[in-house]
């Protein structure tokens, strides 16, 4: 399946399209205010650029430096190479502590490695306890946006999937009811956990600790309530000093929704007295793509989704389509590097506008990289021989000047006199929906012969 | 000073009217104009449907028409950002690497020449400008609205020294049509969703016309007024410039 079949699929029905590209829009305006208040806001992605380079540059040694810290702290490190390892060490401290029931947020990178499905098969209770991520989960479908989850769910359905779910009267979409029934409902959940889950949005190696932003407080309720505390980190989010966190934090919220700070961001440094806090720092290709070096800044991404709210292509074909967990424009990036030949159409999917390149907060080139996976695919991936077959044959009329001026005036002269059925039929992607340009007479090239080449 | 017109391979089959304005307009602010007749592309459709490698030659011959001129002029945003930003492929002998640093869109060749006192244009429309995402973004005629920084922009700059010209603003200053190249084929269904939204921005703007520095965007969007029977009409931002009441554009 590629992006274009489901994307097609989604807009269908241009109503909930101009709806998702309006709410995204919206955000993207309010991001826009909120820049605008900084006029150091460009030098700011440019440090945030730069730390993230550096920092990558030397990832090695700040993991490490990290461990050293964070173990220092009383933190417990694990190492997982990739998916299988991360959540096996997860379900390994569970077994130790008799874990039932876990409450989970902000984490897109159990996501990435399918945790839920695992810990269920395994017999415990996930709850995801962010709201937006709340609703896809009962949904039983994937979040669509990597901040706002939910983002393509209208409030009537939310409130059909309530009253099926959690029992609640139907509201006509009532926001205020609908949020007080999940906070009662997550509040039970919260009682019952016997761990809590989280992400991480930032590690410091200086200091061994680790920073989790939210706008819900989850996190935080998860955690304080809970005996257990595990955090899964992807290890590009280590950032060397302390002083580095606040240009990140002032670029992460600000990026994503246009607020100046995340309501809550939460610095985890110790575990609390008689508890235990873990810590995992996860690969899972991270470091392949370290190693390619013309992909390398896509690992500087910070997660805001900016570049998916002013993308035009992900407004109007919703987060599914890219049928991958980080949807949008910089997934299109990372995604192939993980599975090539699965996400092949995603770099496609791009009309290669450039505005994710400008909006990223760390100045992550993602229009650039688009268009070179797109060379490294073609080459890589032999997905559509007629495709490469018709730019060959291109490539080789455009070397072939007089061959191409018979062809253009041959192609004109066609369809001029074709009837329209014959111009308009199903091979004509173009005219489905649009007209083809009315041929003139004469090229360009053939009036300049007639009127210009003497004094040419 | 010797300028090489050109014109990307669509703009002479469909749109031979935008290449004799671009000429007209470069010959009346009394430039030296030639037009290599055998010149083609400059290699951006196979590149950007990422098959670079099969556009090396098309690039060559690019170089072979244009080598001899001061300047290579084009009305093509993102057929000069090709030219400059990714003929990195072939070997950077001399004249490629004069060729990318002397390949202008013709808005910029304008203004860069401060040539365009002498305009003397007029066009009594409402006009929208499309700020075409190559132009835009990539070779910056305009500070994007992602940017935090003071606004510019210098097709907009141009336009206003067009008499009677008036100019509207649009709710979404720069989002993309959705022509990109392959991209108005290859994801159908979103690219003229893209178009008609475009398209739309303008018509609630009041504006009679779209003009913009790349025809192929202008055709993806001509194509959805067309079909739609709109009550708009698209024209390059040469054709504008060159308009003059004294004087009709001879196609
Ligand atoms: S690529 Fe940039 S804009 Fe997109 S989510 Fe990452 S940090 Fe944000």
């Avoid at chain 1, 039929?425 to 053939?446: A, H, I, M, V, Y």
């Avoid at chain 2, 492929?89 to 001399?94: C, H, K, R, V």
């Avoid at chain 2, 499309?130 to 910056?140: K, M, N, T, V």
């Avoid at chain 2, 029977?229 to 390059?236: A, D, E, N, S, T």
Wanted: hydrophobic letters at 35%; glycine letters at 6%; charged letters at 25%.
């Amino acid at each position: 399946m590629s992006h274009p079949s489901e994307a097609q699929k989604f807009v269908k029905n241009e109503n909930r399209v101009n709806w998702h590209d309006q709410s995204l829009w919206h955000v993207r305006e309010k991001r826009d205010k909120a820049a605008n208040l900084f006029p150091e806001w460009e030098e700011l992605r440019e440090k945030a650029s730069q730390i993230k380079s550096h920092a990558l540059s030397k990832l090695d040694y700040y993991l490490e430096e990290f461990e050293k810290n964070a173990t220092a702290n009383g933190i417990k490190v694990h190492w997982a190479s990739d998916a299988i390892e991360h959540n096996e060490i997860v379900f390994n401290i569970f077994r130790e502590h008799r874990v039932k029931r876990i409450v989970k947020s902000k984490s897109m990178l159990t996501e990435e490695c399918h945790l839920n499905p695992f810990l269920e098969k395994h017999g415990v209770e996930v709850i995801d306890s962010d709201l937006g991520e709340r609703i896809v989960q009962l949904a039983k479908e994937t979040p669509s946006h990597i901040v706002l989850p939910a983002i393509h769910k209208k409030r009537m359905e939310i409130d059909e999937l309530f009253q099926k779910h959690l029992h609640t009267q139907p509201s006509n979409g009532d926001a205020n009811y609908l949020t007080a029934a999940a906070r009662e409902h997550l509040r039970q959940k919260f009682m019952q956990a016997d761990a809590a889950l989280t992400g991480v949005n930032f590690a410091i190696a200086e200091t061994g600790e680790f920073v989790v932003c939210t706008n819900e407080g989850n996190a935080d309720m998860g955690v304080h309530l809970a005996p257990l505390h595990i955090a899964s980190m992807g290890i590009e989010k280590m950032i060397p000093r302390y002083e580095d966190l606040g240009v990140f934090i002032r670029l992460l919220a600000r990026s994503a929704t246009g607020q100046h700070v995340t309501t809550y961001t939460s610095q985890f440094r110790k575990p609390r007295e008689g508890t235990e806090l873990h810590i995992i720092l996860v690969d899972n290709g991270r470091t392949v793509q370290l190693g390619r070096e013309k992909y390398r800044r896509s690992l500087h991404c910070i997660r805001c989704g900016a570049c998916m709210n002013t993308c035009p292509v992900y407004r109007r074909s919703g987060g599914h389509s890219y049928q991958s967990v980080v949807p949008g424009p910089i997934g299109s990036i990372l995604s192939p590097g993980i599975d090539m030949k699965k996400h092949a159409s995603l770099p496609f999917a791009s009309s290669l506008c450039g505005s994710c390149s400008d909006v990223c907060p760390v100045k992550i080139d993602i229009h650039k990289q688009l268009y070179t996976w797109r060379q490294d695919i073609t080459r890589e991936t032999n997905e559509e021989p007629a495709k490469q077959f018709s730019m060959k044959l291109m490539g080789w009329l455009f070397t072939h000047p007089n061959l191409y001026r018979k062809a253009g005036k041959f192609g004109r002269k066609a369809l001029q006199m074709m009837p329209r059925w014959m111009v308009y039929n199903p091979l004509n992607t173009w005219g489905k929906q649009r007209e083809l340009p009315e041929p003139p007479k004469q090229s360009f090239q053939e009036w300049y012969q007639q009127n210009r080449q003497k004094n040419g | 000073m010797h300028i090489g017109l050109f014109i990307p391979c669509y703009v002479d089959q469909f749109y031979p009217q935008v290449a004799v304005a671009t000429l007209e307009l470069l010959e009346k602010l009394g430039h030296r104009v030639s037009v290599p007749p055998d010149q083609t592309c400059c290699g951006q459709p196979m590149a950007n449907s990422g098959y670079e490698r099969f556009a090396k030659k098309t690039m060559d011959l690019f170089v072979q028409n244009f080598a001899e001129f001061d300047y290579v002029v084009a009305p093509s945003g993102s057929c000069v950002y090709h030219v400059r930003k990714h003929f990195d492929i072939i070997e950077q002998t001399p004249e490629v690497q004069k060729i990318r640093e002397k390949t202008l869109e013709i808005c910029e060749f304008l203004v860069n020449h401060n040539t365009t006192d002498t305009l003397q244009s007029s066009f009594p429309y409402r006009v929208g400008l499309h700020e075409s995402c190559h132009g835009q973004r990539g070779l910056r005629f305009a500070k994007s609205s992602e940017l935090v920084g003071e606004p510019f922009s210098i097709i907009r700059q141009l336009l206003e020294k067009v008499e009677g010209i008036e100019l509207v603003n649009l709710q979404r200053s720069d989002e993309c049509c959705g022509f990109g190249g392959t991209f108005a084929v290859a994801e159908e269904a979103v690219s003229v969703k893209m178009g008609k939204d475009r398209i739309q921005d303008h018509i609630l703007n009041g504006a009679q016309v779209i003009t913009g520095t790349d025809m192929s965007c202008l055709m993806h969007m001509e194509g959805i007024i067309r079909r739609r029977k709109l009550p708009l009409r698209v024209m390059h931002v040469s054709e504008i410039l060159n308009h003059s009441e004294q004087h009709e554009p001879s196609v």
